[in-house]
C-alpha cells in the first residue's frame, strides 16, 4: 500500500479495505492460522474419542459407574486443550497481524516469517492477554456499561504491543489513546466484523450438524468436528485480525501522520530527526 494514499477511512472504508487485504493475502493467512490451530483442534477430538471409546467398552445393561481416575483423566485433557487453544489462538491472530500489517509497512513477510514473528512475541501476547482479561471482568463487576467501554476502548492493544513494543498497562493505554474520540467509530467496526464472523461460525456449525445428525460413527463425528472447527478458524481469524489492523493503522494516520511518517522512512529521512538546515 502506497502511503501516499492513506487517508482517514470511514466505517464502511475500514471493512472494504480489511476485506481487500485479506483476500489478496489469503493463501499466507490460511497456513498461519492452520498451522496454528490444526494439531489442538487434533489432540481435541483425541480427547473426544477417549471418552466415547469408554462408553463403547462397557457391556449392555451394565450400570454406569464413576471411575474418578477416568474421569479427571478426561478433565485434565480438556484442561490441556482448551490452555493449548488459547495459546494457538493469540498465534494465529499475531501471525495474522503481522502478515497484514505488510500492506501497510510495504513488506511481504511470508507465513513462516509471520509465526516466527508471532512467536518470538508469544509470552507478551498471553500476558497483555491475562492484564486484559482481568481488568474487563473487573469492568464488568462494577459496571456493564464501563465494561463495554474498556473492551472497545482495548481494541487495538494487541497492534500496539506487536508494532509498538508496548507492553501490559502500557499497550492498554495507548490503545484507550488512540481509540479516544473514535470510540463510536470503532464500536461500529468491531459490531460489524463480529456480526459477519458469528454468521460465518453458524453456517459451518450448521454444516457440522447436518453431516453427522444421521451418523452413530464417534471416529467420523469427532474429525468432522474438528475439521469443521479448523475450517471455522481459518476463516474468520484472520478477518478479525484485518479489521483491526486497519483500525490501528487508520487510527495512527489520523491522530499521528502515520502516512507521513511511512513516506519519511520510504525517502530515507528519520522522522524523529529535525530538518537539515538550509544551505
Same mark, same amino acid.
Given at each position: 500500500?502506497?502511503?501516499?494514499?492513506?487517508?482517514?477511512? $470511514? /466505517?464502511?472504508?475500514?471493512?472494504?479495505?480489511?476485506?481487500?487485504? %485479506?483476500? =489478496?493475502?489469503?493463501?499466507?493467512?490460511?497456513?498461519?492460522?492452520?498451522?496454528?490451530?490444526?494439531?489442538?483442534?487434533?489432540?481435541?477430538?483425541?480427547?473426544?474419542? =477417549?471418552?466415547? =471409546?469408554?462408553?463403547?467398552?462397557?457391556?449392555?445393561?451394565?450400570?454406569?459407574?464413576?471411575?474418578?481416575?477416568?474421569?479427571?483423566?478426561?478433565?485434565?485433557? !480438556?484442561?490441556?486443550?482448551?490452555?493449548?487453544?488459547?495459546?494457538?489462538?493469540?498465534?494465529?491472530?499475531?501471525?495474522?497481524?503481522?502478515? /497484514?500489517?505488510?500492506?501497510?509497512? *510495504?513488506?511481504?513477510?511470508?507465513?513462516?516469517?509471520?509465526? *516466527?514473528?508471532?512467536?518470538?512475541?508469544?509470552?507478551?501476547?498471553?500476558?497483555?492477554?491475562?492484564?486484559?482479561?482481568?481488568?474487563?471482568?473487573?469492568?464488568?463487576?462494577?459496571?456493564?456499561?464501563? *465494561?463495554?467501554?474498556?473492551? /472497545?476502548?482495548?481494541?487495538?492493544?494487541?497492534?500496539?504491543?506487536?508494532?509498538? $513494543?508496548?507492553?501490559?498497562?502500557?499497550?492498554?493505554?495507548?490503545?484507550?489513546?488512540?481509540?479516544?474520540?473514535?470510540?463510536?467509530?470503532?464500536?461500529?467496526?468491531?459490531?460489524?466484523?463480529?456480526?459477519?464472523?458469528?454468521? /460465518?461460525?453458524?453456517?459451518?456449525?450448521?454444516?457440522?450438524?447436518?453431516?453427522?445428525?444421521?451418523?452413530?460413527?464417534?471416529?467420523?463425528?469427532?474429525?468432522?468436528?474438528?475439521?469443521?472447527?479448523?475450517?471455522?478458524?481459518?476463516?474468520?481469524?484472520?478477518?478479525?485480525?484485518?479489521?483491526?489492523?486497519?483500525? %490501528?493503522? #487508520?487510527?495512527?494516520?489520523?491522530?499521528?501522520?502515520? #502516512?507521513?511518517?511511512?513516506?519519511?522512512?520510504?525517502?530515507? !529521512?528519520?522522522? $524523529?530527526?529535525?530538518?537539515?538546515?538550509?544551505?
Amino acid at each position: 500500500m502506497d502511503p501516499a494514499g492513506l487517508r482517514p477511512l $470511514g /466505517v464502511g472504508e475500514i471493512l472494504d479495505l480489511a476485506i481487500k487485504v %485479506y483476500r =489478496s493475502r489469503f493463501a499466507d493467512l490460511v497456513k498461519v492460522v492452520a498451522v496454528a490451530v490444526t494439531p489442538v483442534f487434533v489432540l481435541g477430538a483425541l480427547v473426544q474419542l =477417549s471418552a466415547s =471409546s469408554e462408553d463403547e467398552a462397557r457391556l449392555p445393561g451394565e450400570a454406569a459407574s464413576v471411575d474418578f481416575s477416568d474421569l479427571w483423566t478426561f478433565v485434565a485433557g !480438556v484442561f490441556l486443550v482448551a490452555v493449548l487453544g488459547f495459546v494457538a489462538s493469540q498465534l494465529a491472530s499475531a501471525a495474522s497481524f503481522r502478515i /497484514v500489517s505488510g500492506a501497510y509497512l *510495504g513488506e511481504s513477510p511470508t507465513w513462516r516469517e509471520s509465526l *516466527g514473528f508471532a512467536a518470538s512475541r508469544l509470552r507478551s501476547l498471553l500476558w497483555l492477554s491475562v492484564v486484559l482479561g482481568f481488568f474487563l471482568v473487573l469492568a464488568f463487576l462494577a459496571l456493564i456499561i464501563p *465494561g463495554f467501554y474498556f473492551a /472497545v476502548a482495548w481494541t487495538v492493544a494487541t497492534p500496539v504491543l506487536l508494532f509498538e $513494543g508496548l507492553r501490559g498497562r502500557q499497550a492498554l493505554a495507548r490503545s484507550r489513546a488512540l481509540v479516544r474520540d473514535r470510540w463510536w467509530p470503532t464500536l461500529a467496526v468491531i459490531f460489524l466484523s463480529t456480526v459477519f464472523t458469528a454468521i /460465518v461460525q453458524a453456517i459451518f456449525g450448521s454444516l457440522f450438524f447436518a453431516a453427522v445428525s444421521d451418523g452413530d460413527n464417534d471416529t467420523a463425528v469427532a474429525l468432522a468436528n474438528a475439521a469443521t472447527n479448523i475450517t471455522a478458524s481459518v476463516v474468520t481469524t484472520p478477518f478479525t485480525a484485518a479489521v483491526i489492523a486497519v483500525v %490501528y493503522f #487508520d487510527l495512527r494516520v489520523r491522530k499521528e501522520g502515520f #502516512d507521513l511518517e511511512l513516506l519519511t522512512r520510504r525517502v530515507g !529521512v528519520d522522522p $524523529g530527526q529535525p530538518p537539515p538546515p538550509d544551505a
